[in-house]
Structure formats: structure tokens, C-alpha cells
């Protein structure tokens, strides 16, 4: 005869698994990795590192004008960006191109960004060529070639019709 007590495990198991199959899943790969599965509506809730230390390692680079191809405080583009502050505040080694950059994380839609997530833009070309840290409010820090590295609105009509994909990147 089965105890009450199993009994109420069991419906509570069986409740769980109910429910775990009704959310929605997204997929992707990390390259060279393997599959990671996220439970949401493309906005998990899961964030391996808190965003506001990457948002804050962001100041560092406050003021810094544009280099293609830099990566430090003496001149940094988009994705130098992107590449030195995840990997020094976050320590996450991204690739070093928008390009690639935007193969990993998850997607999320505009109305879940948070601080931390990125920003991927066609801004020159039909390929993701630019890259950007979502900060909170519509904004973004971005190495813009015509004003380093600075914070500008999401809703600018340049960012709006550019806009591409965010990621998120990590989980918890």
C-alpha cells in the first residue's frame, strides 16, 4: 500500500514535469561547445555573474576614443569593448568580432534587455558589424567610430533601424 506521504511526492513530481513541459525552450550552441538549454519565452532569468559589475567595469572606458582594432584605454572599437570588459569584470573570453560575438548567448526580446546584454547592429554592411552593452532605460555603451566610446539611446532612429538581435549570455 502506498503512504500518503509517497503519494504526495508523487503528485508533486508529476506536477513539475507537467508544467516543465509546457515552457517554451530555447537552444543554442556555444562554438566548440555544447548544446545549452534554457527554459523561457527567449528572456530566461539566468545570469551566471551579476550584470551591474559588468555596467560598472564600463566606466573604466568612459571617454575612450575609437581605434579599429583597439582594445584598451588608449583607444578601443565596438567589439574591443564588448571583448575587454566581459572578459576583465565578467572573466568570459568572447571572440573579438561582432561578428562572432553574436554566436553565443541567447536571444532575447527588446522588452526583457537588462544591463549586461548585448546589442547587435547592421550598421555598414549585411553582416553584424557592431556591438553594444545594454545599460537599462534604452541605452547602450557602445566605441562609436565617430565619438568613442559613449552612451546612446536604443530608440535613435540610426540604432532603431539597424537593430538586429540581443543576447544574453549567461546563465544561473
Given amino acids: 500500500m502506498v503512504s500518503l506521504r509517497r503519494l504526495v511526492v508523487m ?3 508529476v506536477v513539475v514535469l507537467l508544467l516543465l513541459t509546457c515552457v517554451p525552450t530555447v537552444r543554442f550552441t556555444r562554438p566548440g561547445g555544447a548544446d545549452i538549454v534554457a527554459n523561457s519565452d ?7 555573474f551579476d550584470s551591474s559589475v559588468i555596467v560598472g567595469c564600463l566606466k573604466k572606458y568612459e571617454n575612450t576614443s575609437y581605434k579599429w582594432g583597439g582594445n584598451s584605454t588608449s583607444g578601443i572599437d565596438c567589439s574591443g569593448l564588448v571583448h575587454a570588459v ?3 569584470c565578467g572573466r568570459i573570453q568572447l571572440p573579438r ?5 553574436v554566436e553565443y548567448g541567447v536571444k532575447i526580446s527588446r522588452k526583457y534587455l537588462r544591463g549586461g ?22 541605452k547602450f555603451i557602445h566605441s562609436s567610430s565617430s565619438g568613442g566610446v559613449r552612451t546612446d539611446s536604443i530608440l535613435d532612429e540610426l540604432y ?9 549570455l549567461f546563465y544561473e
Fill in 11 to 13: 503528485s508533486i513530481l
Fill in 42 to 48: 527567449y528572456a530566461p532569468n539566468f545570469v551566471v
Fill in 86 to 88: 566581459f572578459k576583465e
Fill in 97 to 101: 568580432t561582432a561578428e562572432e560575438q
Fill in 117 to 138: 546584454d548585448l546589442l547587435f547592429f547592421r550598421m555598414r554592411s549585411r553582416k553584424i558589424d557592431h556591438v553594444g552593452i545594454y545599460v537599462g532605460g534604452d
Fill in 160 to 168: 532603431e533601424k539597424s537593430f538586429v538581435i540581443a543576447k544574453r
